[in-house]
């Protein structure tokens, strides 16, 4: 599948520090722009009568969920045999997505990758490599008490609820989430997460996950946050949720800020996948969120047809900056059962993380992790920027293709008289020379511009004898390619 063409909504709706008032208007559903994130606002023809009042209370949303393949085929074209083939599916995984979230969906695309993220596929009953797993984590074996997963010494994760706002496609969590109905009141499988997390003083950090907490009755929310912030040895109560992406209007809401934030210890830990789900709405509550002293985090799935290509994951990852959330986690899709279609190579991961060191602020870099199967926790995967190393020195690769020569400890370096004279790499760690750059560097053209510019200009590289800045050995052009583009 290929991604979508990132587009726009044509109509804005202010909606950032306090509620809209404006009356609304409303695009036709084939209504896109190029507008960078956050985007803006609009609804589908289906819900263009919709009262602001209404748009904007999640009440309203949630009640007037799609949910069914019969609401479906009214908003979106299917062939009979997909019609067919997600009827099927119906019955095995729900399907709830919010009037907002549906709205993002360009209905002419079949490979919208908001569509792909929330409409059921029937590609979702394949398992060709027969490795998909219910559990692909093996959460319920690391469960000493129903609901709550103690894997990390330090970390404990509590499922608190099986709703969601919106059943995202690829969860991981189908197991839980494939519970009809809800947990109203206190049960005691919640009063046993609770008093494992009491009694384990090594438990400093508490993930409150679901489903989406943030969907919990108001009372249950604030059973779990007063009783863990009444734990000393518990420093940090992570709120896992997607509600600031696939329902925003959640948080309109000042009273649930407000209890948010009176638990002191809460980060939250949202989950945006696409650009085009970064809206004004969402923008909004990220703010409220961050005035009410609650760091914002995000956890991105790396998807098949929805964030696959260097081009929407910087777009997503430059987007999430200006609003203030920090990309935490770029996670590798899990082998869940129903998510085949979604998992790309390892490779296509590390081409896209390449592609973000040293071309954007660090800040927005997510750490790209595998969370491993039988229970091995988030493994991070990386480009290879070690390139070779001695005992006196290492050599490093940086984003540019550049290698360079690196003493980690203050001693004498070996001396080039010490064996026979070398070439490439291995010079390097001989220590004659201190880096090598590859040929028609744009970084050393700027210096070589601003010398012609400024006489007075230095460098500053190093001591050498290469045709380029002091110090600098120029790689020589294989294939095509620098030699030190291979790393």
């Not at 690829?170 to 609770?194: F, H, N, P, Q, V």
Request: aromatic content about 6%; proline content about 9%.
């Amino acid at each position: 599948m290929t991604p979508a063409r990132v587009k726009r909504p044509v109509e804005a709706k202010p909606g950032m520090a306090e509620p809209d008032t404006r009356p609304s208007t409303t695009p036709a559903a084939s209504g896109f722009d190029d507008d960078e994130p956050p985007s803006r606002s609009r609804r589908l023809p289906a819900w263009q009568d919709v009262p602001d009042h209404l748009w904007t209370d999640w009440r309203w949303q949630t009640q007037n969920s799609v949910r069914s393949v019969r609401q479906l085929r009214t908003l979106l074209t299917f062939s009979p045999a997909e019609l067919e083939a997600i009827g099927r599916i119906e019955s095995e995984y729900k399907l709830a997505i919010p009037p907002y979230y549906f709205s993002l969906i360009d209905p002419d695309d079949p490979f919208d990758p908001i569509r792909l993220q929330s409409v059921p596929s029937p590609l979702e009953a394949q398992n060709q490599s027969g490795y998909e797993l219910e559990d692909p984590l093996e959460e319920d074996k690391d469960s000493p008490v129903p609901g709550l997963t103690h894997r990390y010494p330090d970390r404990a994760l509590l499922i608190t609820t099986p709703n969601c706002s919106m059943y995202c496609r690829y969860c991981t969590r189908k197991r839980a989430t494939l519970t009809r109905g809800g947990w109203e009141g206190i049960s005691a499988d919640d009063e046993r997460m609770i008093d494992y997390v009491r009694r384990t003083e090594s438990i400093r950090d508490v993930i409150v996950s679901g489903g989406d907490p943030l969907t919990l009755p108001v009372g249950k929310l604030r059973y779990y946050l007063d009783n863990l912030k009444a734990i000393d040895h518990v420093d940090v109560i992570r709120i896992g949720t997607r509600v600031p992406v696939t329902l925003p209007q959640r948080l309109f809401d000042q009273e649930l800020i407000d209890l948010l934030a009176s638990a002191e210890k809460v980060y939250i830990q949202t989950h945006f996948n696409h650009p085009r789900e970064i809206t004004p709405e969402s923008a909004r509550v990220v703010k409220a969120l961050l005035k009410a002293g609650m760091p914002v985090n995000n956890h991105s799935v790396l998807l098949k047809g929805v964030n696959d290509d260097l081009g929407t994951m910087r777009e997503l990852l430059r987007g999430l900056l200006r609003i203030k959330v920090r990309p935490y986690y770029l996670f590798h899709c899990d082998p869940v059962t129903g998510a085949g279609h979604f998992r790309t190579s390892v490779w296509k991961g590390l081409e896209i993380m390449e592609g973000l060191r040293g071309h954007m602020s660090g800040i927005g870099i997510p750490t790209y992790v595998v969370d491993s199967p039988h229970g091995g926790g988030k493994i991070p995967m990386m480009p290879n920027y070690l390139v070779s190393m001695a005992d006196d020195a290492v050599v490093l690769r940086n984003y540019e293709g550049m290698l360079i020569r690196y003493q980690a400890e203050d001693k004498p370096g070996l001396s080039p008289a010490a064996g026979p004279r070398t070439r490439g790499v291995s010079a390097l760690l001989q220590g004659d020379k201190t880096q090598l750059m590859p040929e028609g560097n744009e970084r050393m053209e700027r210096r070589r511009r601003m010398e012609v510019l400024d006489p007075g200009y230095e460098a500053g590289c190093g001591g050498g004898d290469s045709d380029g800045p002091p110090g600098v050995l120029p790689l020589p052009v294989m294939n095509g390619r620098h030699a030190a583009s291979n790393g």
